[in-house]
């Protein structure tokens, strides 16, 4: 078992892909989306009773979730391992004043979910306006077509509303660029109507080293990896006085709309191989970052010899206790060392 994977290139994609986010399938998740596909068909079947039987609320409240379900069946699957079937389409040449180069946006994950906080929050709060001024409780369900009922519907949609305002007034979003001539990395954070905007360049040949890295982040008893790349750069006055220290940037790949693996073998490719960096500029510069098979990724995730890189942040912390357990472990009055 491996800690890293070098895939061959393909015709689709001429460089070698290295795999050290491994992609496994998860049966679990798998199942779990077969379970929510199954709930999607029974809301279907209700829906479609509701309809016969002529129930406004009933056919609204079952619209919603039955939506909420649809994209459920859509997201979950991703969960499960299945997923980065190709390039995505928003990957596309763009021209700026660095010249030509490819152009990966970020995800529209919170778009996804502002959507279904929408789902939620319009109809309910809409419900609840009617039924407090007097036009009906026609929009209310069964069981809550009474006062309490539309108190319940109003706090239901104020919350959901309440999010969405949340997220759209503290959201950041980030693009990456890749050049003949290098990287550069824009992230703009909003704060309601004011935004800030980080704008860095790295030359190749200033790049010292592009190092892979994973934030993990725990709920209860699920851990989520996300797969971060840490560029090293060093600024030309430290190179011309032999100083060592050295810029590092942090890059959160797992909001970009590419592939892991197949961006990092991107940048790790052009920063060794200068002769290639033309194929950036060309309009078909989004086929770089065509990920190989899913059924290659799947097989090679089986072949790493463990479910996800430990982050460094992690390594370091662990070695850190374990130096402080070290440093309170009573030495040995007859001079012994433990095994």
Not at 140 to 151: F, K, Q, S, V, W
Not at 267 to 285: F, H, K, P, W
Request: hydrophobic letters at 40%; charged letters at 20%; glycine letters at 8%.
């Amino acid at each position: 078992m491996q800690s890293e994977l070098v895939l061959d290139s393909s015709s689709a994609n001429p460089i070698p892909q290295m795999v050290y986010w491994p992609q496994k399938l998860s049966y679990w998740w798998l199942l779990f989306s077969i379970l929510i596909l199954g709930v999607s068909v029974i809301g279907i079947l209700n829906l479609t009773e509701a309809v016969r039987e002529g129930s406004t609320g009933e056919v609204g409240i079952f619209t919603v979730f039955l939506i909420l379900f649809i994209c459920f069946t859509v997201m979950v699957p991703r969960t499960a391992g299945i997923s980065w079937i190709g390039v995505s389409r928003r990957i596309s040449p763009r021209s700026t004043g660095h010249g030509n180069g490819v152009s990966i946006p970020d995800s529209r994950s919170i778009h996804m979910f502002v959507f279904l906080l929408g789902l939620i929050g319009i109809p309910a709060s809409t419900a609840a306006v009617m039924a407090f001024t007097g036009i009906g409780e026609t929009l209310l369900p069964n069981g809550l077509d009474t006062r309490e009922g539309a108190y319940f519907m109003g706090a239901y949609g104020s919350g959901s509303l309440l999010c969405i305002i949340v997220i759209l007034g503290f959201r950041a979003t980030s693009t990456l660029l890749v050049y003949p001539s290098g990287i550069q990395y824009t992230t703009r954070r909003h704060r309601f109507f004011a935004a800030t905007t980080d704008d860095r360049f790295f030359e190749w040949e200033n790049i010292a080293c592009i190092t892979p890295d994973t934030w993990i982040y725990t709920h209860s008893s699920v851990s989520f990896y996300n797969p971060l790349l840490k560029i090293t750069t060093k600024n030309e006055a430290d190179a011309s006085s032999n100083n060592s220290d050295h810029e590092e940037t942090t890059i959160y790949v797992h909001k970009l709309v590419a592939e892991p693996n197949a961006l990092r073998s991107l940048l790790e490719y052009m920063r060794g191989n200068s002769e290639a960096r033309d194929l950036l500029a060309e309009q078909d510069s989004p086929k770089l970052l065509t990920p190989p098979p899913l059924i290659d990724r799947l097989r090679a995730g089986r072949e790493i010899d463990r479910p996800w890189p430990i982050s460094v942040q992690q390594a370091r912390e662990k070695a850190a206790k374990f130096e402080r357990l070290q440093r309170r472990r009573p030495a040995d009055p007859f001079g012994n060392t433990g095994r």
